[in-house]
């Protein structure tokens, strides 16, 4: 079975600092890639995703992640984070056979500002 | 479109109780799940369905616990008798169809 790991459980950083946070998944075949992000309080919101193509994906409110397959790695870059990234984020994979995700425990960000 | 809709938000009950969770998937989405998230054991998977027939239902902590859907646009998760450590926030998602899932709000249950 898929499992992902997610090496950073809390990260703090100061506004306008860059950002990567780690995630790492065990299954090398075929493999849909997530990041997701939970504000506050609210649910969790899709950042971004990879399925094929482009390394390199863009998601929303600047974040991009690189699949890199050879490292088994999705790791998360934001160049400059704001006060307002203030969340928790969780990667995950898909199993196809199975039909669902598996999250990693995810990584607690905190930006002072 | 609405995203997927859980009712109620919020759900206060009493030890020994009933409870019942509500939840709509976002229409033309074949796959529903239902989480349980807490401070101490984070995002675990409950139970899922494809096509309204359940898959896994391993993440079921115990007979306390039952859901159903039946229909596509429908699922309910049940907890009875409630208790204290059920208190948690239920998510329920839909997936699409490069296997992303969509999150509902949650509903925050705090048994007393």
């Known amino acids: 079975a898929q499992s992902v790991s997610q090496h950073n459980h809390h990260v703090i950083l100061s506004e306008a600092a860059s950002l990567e946070l780690g995630c790492n998944y065990s299954y090398g075949g075929t493999v849909n890639l997530f990041w997701y992000v939970q504000y506050p309080g609210q649910h969790l919101q899709l950042l971004l995703k990879?399925?094929?193509?482009?390394?390199l994906v863009k998601g929303i409110k600047g974040f991009e992640a690189e699949f890199i397959k050879s490292k088994f790695s999705f790791n998360l870059r934001k160049p400059s984070v704001q006060w307002s990234d203030t969340a928790e984020y969780f990667c995950a994979a898909a199993d196809f056979i199975k039909g669902r995700l598996y999250f990693g425990r995810g990584t607690q960000l905190t930006v002072w500002p | 479109d609405a995203g997927v809709i859980q009712s109620p938000r919020h759900e206060v009950t009493e030890m020994g109780q009933e409870v019942t969770l509500r939840c709509k998937p976002i229409s033309g989405h074949n796959s529903l799940f239902w989480y349980r998230q807490t401070m101490m054991r984070g995002l675990e998977l409950l139970i899922y369905f494809n096509n309204n027939v359940p898959i896994d239902d391993s993440g079921m902590p115990e007979d306390r616990f039952s859901a159903k859907m039946p229909n596509a646009s429908f699922s309910t998760l049940k907890i009875q008798p409630s208790e204290p450590r059920d208190s948690a926030v239920y998510f329920c998602?839909?997936?699409?169809?490069?296997?992303?899932?969509?999150f509902g709000p949650g509903t925050r249950l705090t048994v007393t």
């Open positions: 998602a839909s997936r699409g169809r490069e296997y992303e899932q969509y």
């Open positions: 990879y399925f094929s193509g482009d390394p």
